[in-house]
């Protein structure tokens, strides 16, 4: 079975870091594109970064621009998002995301998501 | 950054009814990389269409995308009670990847 699987979301206090992880089952993880997407509770779909299959190309939303890191350990399946000076507008469920190919693509497979709760 | 505008906001509609929903870009989306997705409560987003006007694997024939550069529409051509939902448009052709503001369509 296709699968992405989330975890690392919780509580944090402003100013900290949190790592998100999302481990990949089912398919060839190497051969495809990943994002992080967020929701913040109640409202629409935010993309938060994408990865190329091979990590050679990498973007951030400007909003976590110089805040977040996205990496992807093809070995191991596995995708992280490096959450650091963490903000309140930054909580939200976090999805990671599968792109139908190994470049630009729609995202085809998600996860069930992490939340994540910055706050004092 | 390409801001993608849906509308309606909400869609009253009864089952078997036809519902379209709009998505305009402010600037044209290169090569028509326009997806939707439907979000049902406390699930995560499903792929419904790709390329403006593909259906993602396993998604049923009632649902049909069409539109090129500015203008797109999501089109069921009779709900079904498991189509009641929120669906958001979503460009993929250049970063900032962005989303739109969703459609609910609900029962009415």
């Known amino acids: 079975e296709v699968q992405l699987v989330e975890s690392g979301g919780g509580l944090v206090q402003p100013g900290g870091s949190l790592r998100l992880s999302c481990a990949a089952s089912?398919?060839?993880?190497?051969?495809?594109?990943m994002n992080w997407v967020r929701q913040a509770p109640g409202k629409g779909l935010e993309w938060v970064s994408y990865?190329?299959?091979?990590?050679?190309?990498?973007y951030y939303a400007d909003s976590v621009k110089g805040r977040f890191i996205i990496s992807r350990d093809n070995a191991n399946n596995s995708l992280s998002l490096q959450m650091n000076s963490l903000r309140a507008e930054d909580t939200a469920i976090y999805y990671c995301?599968?792109?139908?190919?190994?470049?630009?693509?729609?995202?085809?497979?998600w996860g069930q998501g992490t939340m994540v709760t910055v706050s004092s | 950054e390409i801001v993608l505008t849906q509308s309606p906001d909400t869609l009253s509609l009864s089952p078997g009814e036809r519902a379209t929903l709009s998505c305009r870009a402010s600037q044209s989306v290169s090569s028509s990389y326009l997806a939707w997705y439907q979000q049902k409560p406390g699930q995560a987003p499903r792929l419904l269409i790709y390329g403006a006007s593909s259906r993602a694997t396993g998604i049923p024939d009632r649902f049909s995308g069409s539109g090129s550069g500015t203008d797109f529409t999501l089109t069921i051509s009779r709900l079904e009670p498991e189509d009641f939902a929120v669906y958001f448009c979503h460009q993929y052709g250049s970063s900032p990847l962005t989303f739109g503001g969703g459609t609910k369509v609900e029962i009415k």
């Open positions: 995301a599968r792109g139908r190919n190994s470049g630009r693509s729609a995202f085809d497979i």
């Open positions: 990865i190329s299959s091979g990590s050679s190309t990498i």
């Open positions: 089912g398919f060839s993880f190497s051969s495809y594109s």
